[in-house]
């Protein structure tokens, strides 16, 4: 009876896990979405205020320097809310990957009382190497896009910087998959 018992409460607690999981899979998904999204307006906003700096050469002088002017903060604004909701992102999907292994490692503990239900027990994400694959996307989006910010509002000036940049991208994400598995 108590071995039965044992059984059905690592069951529903991995069950409980899965679910959670699933949740915060979904939250990685939604964040991404919201992120390309605000990052697909931004980018057609900006390619407007490009357009509308050439057709600004047949206005006056004297309104020009307002216009321009206008149109740089405008830009300036728009570099710090894509680069301010790449970071956002990052954040919130480090948060919920870590979240994941937390709950993995909860149900492995449970698990190491009952090494024999080891094998009827899966394991909630699947196979590490997949899912560290899945995590390594869902970073570089953020990442990626942050980069891209920082090139278009001129942080970044020249290709070189650029590929420095994302070198360095993929040294922070293997920081953060260190954090995220070993923390």
């Known amino acids: 009876m108590p071995e039965n018992l044992m059984k059905e409460e690592v069951e529903l607690l991995y069950n409980r896990i899965r679910a959670k999981i699933e949740h915060e899979d ?5 964040r991404i979405r919201w992120m390309i999204t605000l990052q697909g307006l931004l980018f057609t906003a900006y390619g407007f205020s490009l357009s509308a700096e050439a057709t600004s050469l047949s206005v006056l002088s004297s309104d020009k320097m307002s216009f321009i002017s206008t ?7 728009m570099v710090a809310v894509g680069f301010g909701s790449s970071f956002a992102t990052l954040l919130g999907v480090v948060a919920a990957h870590r979240a994941i292994r937390d709950d993995e490692r909860t149900l492995r503990l449970r698990q190491k009382n009952y ?3 080891r094998k009827t027990i899966l394991n909630p994400i699947g196979q590490r190497v ?5 995590i390594i ?4 989006f953020p990442f990626l896009g942050a980069v891209v910010w920082m090139w278009i509002g001129r942080l970044l000036p020249n290709p070189l910087s650029v590929i420095i940049a994302l070198v360095l991208m993929f040294v922070v994400m293997g920081i953060i998959l260190w954090f995220i598995d070993f923390k």
């Open 26 to 30: 979904n939250l990685v998904d939604h």
């Open 71 to 77: 149109l740089t903060t405008l830009r300036q604004a």
């Open 115 to 117: 090494e024999s239900e």
């Open 130 to 134: 997949t899912n560290t694959l899945g």
């Open 137 to 140: 996307c869902s970073l570089a």
